[in-house]
């Protein structure tokens, strides 16, 4: 398998994806086309980019493939503009910090271990895309987990699992906030679509095992309080709730910033 680095973007520089619930989108676009290709990928203001294992031949198709589902969420024309080869180790190394570290090279000003687009979230386990799995550890089994804290300006080993207190702290609100992340959910978990259900339960065992009320919970899901209990009942994976709790804790050392990035 070949390691290319693909790139889409907008001409003259337009936005594609300015609001957070496009860009969460744009990121379940990605997982739902690519994901189970990708090694990595971000989505910035006017560029995606993706680190895909796939046979050169066939970039082709999974470009175009990606561009078109992108195109129909995008506020812009997105083009597929060029592909490249990764072929040393050095060049595979240097490619992760640039992916990680594509606000700077923007001038977005935001935190990048927070970014939606970003997938250095997802490299450590604090969310949980349906396709996408953390394959740069396989391709670069070197690669340490503070070197990808550093790449997002974090102090290594500084994002852990929530306490029980930065849980409370939270609130119903920020739970909710932190589980819909956690899944690229939509931000006001409207609906009936799957990472929506998942986000509501994972949310209620959450905030109950912190000793949430109820009826806060009610309020920040817009759920009856008999489906809050069931919810929070119900079996959720082990490895989404550690996501949610470590979205709550990222939500302390790097604020979520899309809607108050400062565009330049």
């Not at 509501?200 to 009826?215: D, F, K, N, S």
């Amino acid at each position: 398998m070949d390691q290319l680095h693909l790139t889409l973007a907008s001409s003259n520089r337009a936005t594609l994806f300015p609001t957070e619930r496009l860009m969460r989108a744009a990121v379940r676009t990605v997982d739902r086309v690519v994901g189970d290709t990708a090694a990595m990928f971000v989505v910035v203001d006017s560029h995606v980019h993706v680190w895909i294992i796939a046979p050169e031949a066939r970039i082709g198709i999974l470009g175009g493939a990606l561009r078109r589902a992108l195109g129909h969420l995008s506020a812009a024309p997105i083009d597929l503009r060029y592909h490249r080869l990764l072929r040393t180790r050095s060049h595979q190394r240097n490619t992760v910090g640039y992916l990680l570290d594509q606000l700077e090279h923007h001038g977005i000003d935001a935190p990048p271990a927070s970014w939606t687009g970003g997938c250095y979230q997802d490299l450590v386990g604090a969310r949980l895309l349906d396709a996408f799995r953390p394959r740069i550890r396989q391709i670069l089994p070197r690669l340490r987990r503070e070197e990808l804290d550093v790449a997002v300006r974090l102090a290594p080993g500084s994002l852990r699992e929530a306490t029980r207190e930065q849980v409370r702290r939270a609130g119903a609100m920020g739970i909710a906030d932190a589980a819909a992340r956690a899944l690229a959910a939509g931000p006001e978990l409207v609906g009936r679509a799957r990472p929506v259900t998942r986000a509501r339960r994972a949310a209620c065992h959450v905030a109950t095992a912190a000793g949430i009320r109820t009826p806060e919970l009610s309020d920040a899901l817009a759920l009856p309080m008999r489906t809050v209990r069931r919810l929070a009942q119900e079996v959720t994976e082990a490895d989404l709730i550690r996501a949610v709790r470590l979205q709550i804790s990222l939500s302390d050392v790097a604020p979520p910033g899309l809607a108050a990035a400062g565009w330049r």
